[in-house]
């Protein structure tokens, strides 16, 4: 895992609760988060009704496991019934392009008459544009739409009852990095707790408390109670992390290995925290220029009420 370089790195998407998953079962709930990610960033990408097809095709011709099952049943069924010509002399290909001869007649076609076929061809071309500019190479496609399903409705029950979560950002190579490496899983979480906090920004002021509630997918005081008292897992993190010695133990790992800044001042319960000012220097000049801000308009709004 590599500490942020740049905000044009790409980045996923998902609702804060998920982190709650970790929890029950910690390998299968950053699976759930990292798909629920992938599938959420992929919807996004638009498609021309043409290019579905023809990266179906290509699939079809070349390696169907590249087809999630669903899709590859119907698709073959048109093939079996004849409403889908095969042609295994000439398939389509022709040095570096792919175009397929009879793809508008026949496929376009069908993409008019069953819906269902054709919304499960577009995320199959959604998730594969995905992938490609994530840099994610051989995944299961139909865990991934699979687990993106549980996501999604774990995070429906959640907001129907606390309302609209929040959506932190990550790179999908983080999340890989610790589940391959099986270690320092907590670590992340926490990353994750913090990124949910900052959002965009340069720096948030924040506390403790409130870092750790997130660390339990948790945005708010209702939620946080409901969650401990239903899960003796989460309970117990949050029993051995109220304390400050482990806390701070946590963050300053955090700051050894470059993932994240914080600063706070004696006797003061607040801390700021950034992840994308790397030095404690930068995040001081950070917080006093804007201090310095804040102040001249303080002063401007004085002097006016002197006019």
Known sequence: MEPEKKRDDKYIQFPLCLLQLTFQDMSEGFDIILDFGIVSYAKKFKYDINEVGRQLMYAYYRNTDMIQTDLFKTLQGYVNNDLITIDSDFPGFSDNSFDPLL???????????????KESAI????????????????????????????????KDNFEAKFGPDCWPNVKPVQIMYFQDSGKDLELLRAYIGIKSIIGFNNYVSTHKTIILSRILG????????????????????????????????LL????????????????????????????????????????????????????????
């Open 123 to 154: 995320l199959h071309y959604q998730i594969a544009q995905a992938l490609t500019l994530l840099g994610i190479k051989d995944y299961d496609l139909d865990s991934t739409i699979d687990n993106y399903w549980k996501g999604l409705a774990y």
């Open 103 to 117: 793809l508008s007649a026949e496929l376009l076609g069908l993409f008019e008459s069953d819906r269902e076929f």
């Open 218 to 249: 948790c945005k708010s005081n209702e939620s946080l109670h409901s969650f401990i008292e239903g899960n003796a897992s989460a309970k117990e993190f949050s029993a051995k992390f109220s304390g400050r010695k482990r806390m701070d133990n």
């Open 252 to 307: 300053y790992k955090l700051m050894e290995r470059g993932f994240m800044m914080m600063l706070s001042k004696k006797h003061e319960s607040r801390i700021y925290v950034s992840t994308k000012l790397k030095t404690p220097e930068e995040l001081a000049e950070a917080i006093l220029k804007n201090r310095k801000q804040n102040d001249l308009k303080k002063r401007a709004e004085e002097a006016s009420k002197l006019l």
